[in-house]
Nanobody, 126 residues
Framework: QVQLVESGGGSVQTGGTLRLSCVASGVTRNNYFMGWFRQAPGKAREGVAAFWSLLDRSYYSDSVIGRFTVSQSNAENTLYLQMSNVKPEDTAMYYC???????????????????WGQGTQVTVSS
């Protein structure tokens, strides 16, 4: 059974940093994508960053390129999201997800992921 548990959310000021963690269990890492998604009130869930350990590749939305870094620790079964230079528009509930995707191009599509964590709130104040 796949389980994902996020942590690391909180309140931070504009320009600050935050690191989110997602501990995974029951995941066959080689062929699973793992991703970070976020959802602000009244908005659709959107892809932020993803990682595919089979090819050691990362994927980012345009809104976070150069500010966020996704990484995976196989030894710790953990996916990280290092957030830097955060902005008020980064305020959202952040979710970790995993699944086997048919196409690499779908890495940031939330509808392609099967398993989800409970989320961790990030609030950026100006």
């Amino acid at each position: 059974q796949v389980q994902l548990v996020e942590s690391g959310g909180g309140s931070v000021q504009t320009g600050g940093t935050l690191r989110l963690s997602c501990v995974a269990s029951g995941v066959t890492r080689n062929n699973y994508f793992m991703g970070w998604f976020r959802q602000a009130p009244g908005k659709a869930r959107e892809g932020v960053a993803a990682f595919w350990s089979l090819l050691d590749r990362s994927y980012y939305s345009d809104s976070v390129i150069g500010r966020f870094t996704v990484s995976q620790s196989n030894a710790e079964n953990t996916l990280y999201l290092q957030m830097s230079n955060v902005k008020p528009e980064d305020t959202a509930m952040y979710y970790c997800a995993t699944g086997v995707l048919a196409q690499e191009a779908w890495a940031l599509r939330p509808e392609e992921y099967t398993y989800w964590g409970q989320g961790t709130q990030v609030t950026v104040s100006s």
